[in-house]
């Protein structure tokens, strides 16, 4: 989604801002008061275009030039353009909500001049409804399931646990009230931003019904135990996402500083969930916040952090903030361990229960496959069209850096590589220009999976470990599988284009 942007600023005396985006789905309108026919059906075209830019979601900024000059309408004109936005949105079939209104200071008269923000929402024709997916990280015993239970559930914790006992899959998970494996949550909410969750739905099928807008919760584990769970948790449902839960009586404690750098790393947009602050004193919450606001501003995350204490900061935090499956397709998984792909056709598609025809790449679903060896599925296939003649490689080359080893990285180390839904241990089969690799430095490394060889893209998010050694990079050079590189040619040669 393109960036958004918002002339909200707290201070009223502010009278200005950046000049409006072409491309983008904010929209800045000094008013919208009795449009001719003609001029109607171009603002109608208009704000088909900025919902196509936001996936379906356009913000319009009411009282305010193009230019970005603050000007502010009369009350009468503010509700007449607000009535002109309303037939916009129902002749594209989308609904409009009031995010926020204020006053502004503008000298042209004494006369209260607003200006107003508007939500325009329009689910797209090929989908049930919008989905964003938000990975919950944080420490062990930081909250991280409790919060999602009372979200989706929609009642209070009792102070034992019920909360969290939904989101659990095992018993030992029960009995420890610790998460140690993935589990997926759903909120929604209405075209008027009304939240839907179980307290008034039975299902999941309700849910999704009843929504325009859903989120899906990826509910991930915090001890280091698990750290490898949650690193694919991370790569391979690409959060939208990531909400980093910290408790207000801890502070940045265990893995916390790990979450956070994953997802730095991973390049995900983070905010932050400070829990807990019922157990302490104010004093305590302070100082959480402020130590979290000295890590966020030091090198390597170089955030400023903006702190949500209203709703207005909520909205305002919030704006800081290409191709389908569908019913009856045919289509190949793999690969296999053997390096073969699968041809399948799909029967059926259900997203939360709820039965969809189409499915959009990075969305999470069921798909109902025809009759095959059920065996030959493991983690770390994927599902594409036969007319993108996939390939597969054993072998591959990745620019990386290696953020902390205790010794030297070298030929023959073994690491654990994700990138996205591939999670496979490799052998280090060479440095490019290199003996050895320590901690802070960059190189380009030549890696062979030691088990299967698995389907890569280049250029995407590489990250690796084993035991205390972490790095991150991206795959630069994809290697032809089962081939001996050894025979006649360098490592350098290979890399000259790199």
Not at 123 to 151: E, I
Not at 226 to 237: A, D, M, P, R, V
Not at 305 to 331: H, I, M
Request: hydrophobic content about 35%; charged content about 25%; proline content about 3%.
């Amino acid at each position: 989604m393109a960036e958004r942007r918002s002339c909200f600023y707290a201070d009223p005396r502010v009278t200005s801002r950046l000049c409006q985006a072409e491309e983008g789905n904010i929209e800045y309108k000094l008013k919208l008061v009795n449009p001719t026919q003609y001029r109607f059906e171009h603002l109608a075209t208009q704000l088909k275009w900025r919902l196509q830019e936001g996936r379906g979601e356009a913000v319009y900024q009411i009282g305010v030039e193009d230019n970005g000059l603050l000007v502010g309408l009369s009350e009468a004109d503010m509700r007449a353009s607000l009535r002109t936005l309303k037939r916009m949105a129902e002749k594209v079939g989308a609904d409009i909500t009031l995010l926020r209104e204020r006053e502004v200071d503008y000298d042209l008269d004494r006369n209260t001049r607003k200006i107003a923000e508007v939500l325009v929402r329009k689910v797209p024709d090929d989908q049930q409804f919008l989905d964003l997916r938000v990975a919950v990280l944080g420490n062990v015993d930081s909250g991280k399931s409790t919060l999602l239970g009372v979200l989706t559930q929609g009642e209070l914790d009792n102070g034992r646990g019920r909360a969290r006992l939904n989101l659990f899959r095992h018993l030992h998970e029960i009995q420890t009230g610790r998460t140690s494996s993935i589990s997926f949550e759903i909120l929604g909410f209405n075209s008027k931003g009304e939240v839907v969750n179980y307290s008034e739905s039975r299902t999941a099928e309700e849910i999704c019904e009843s929504s325009s807008k859903m989120i899906t919760f990826i509910d991930l584990a915090g001890h280091h135990k698990y750290l490898k769970t949650t690193i694919f948790g991370l790569t391979s449902y690409c959060p939208d996402f990531a909400m980093l839960v910290v408790s207000a009586n801890t502070g940045i404690a265990g893995t916390t500083r790990e979450h956070l750098g994953l997802a730095m790393a991973l390049k995900v947009p983070i905010f932050i969930a400070v829990s807990k602050v019922d157990l302490c004193s104010r004093g305590t919450v302070e100082r959480t916040v402020r130590q979290l606001e000295r890590v966020l501003k030091q090198p390597g995350c170089n955030k400023v952090p903006l702190v949500v204490s209203t709703p207005d900061d909520a909205v305002t935090a919030a704006q800081q903030f290409t191709q389908s499956t569908w019913e009856g397709e045919r289509l190949v998984v793999g690969p296999t361990d053997e390096g073969r792909f699968l041809r399948l056709k799909v029967g059926s598609i259900q997203r939360n229960r709820s039965a969809c025809r189409l499915l959009r790449a990075g969305q999470a679903a069921t798909l109902a496959l025809g009759n095959f060896d059920r065996s030959l599925l493991r983690k770390g296939m994927v599902m594409v069209s036969p007319k993108m003649n996939p390939t597969i490689c054993c072998q591959f080359e990745a620019a990386i850096v290696l953020l902390f080893h205790a010794k030297t990285f070298r030929r023959g180390s073994q690491v654990t590589v994700h990138v996205g839904n591939v999670r496979q241990t490799a052998t280090v089969e060479g440095l490019h220009g290199k003996d050895e690799l320590r901690t802070g430095e960059r190189a380009v490394v030549r890696f062979r999976f030691i088990k299967h060889p698995e389907y890569l893209r280049l250029g995407a998010k590489l990250l690796f470990r084993e035991g205390v050694t972490k790095g991150i990079g991206h795959v630069a050079r994809l290697l032809p599988p089962f081939q001996n590189h050894d025979q006649n040619q360098t490592l350098d040669q290979n890399l000259q284009e790199h």
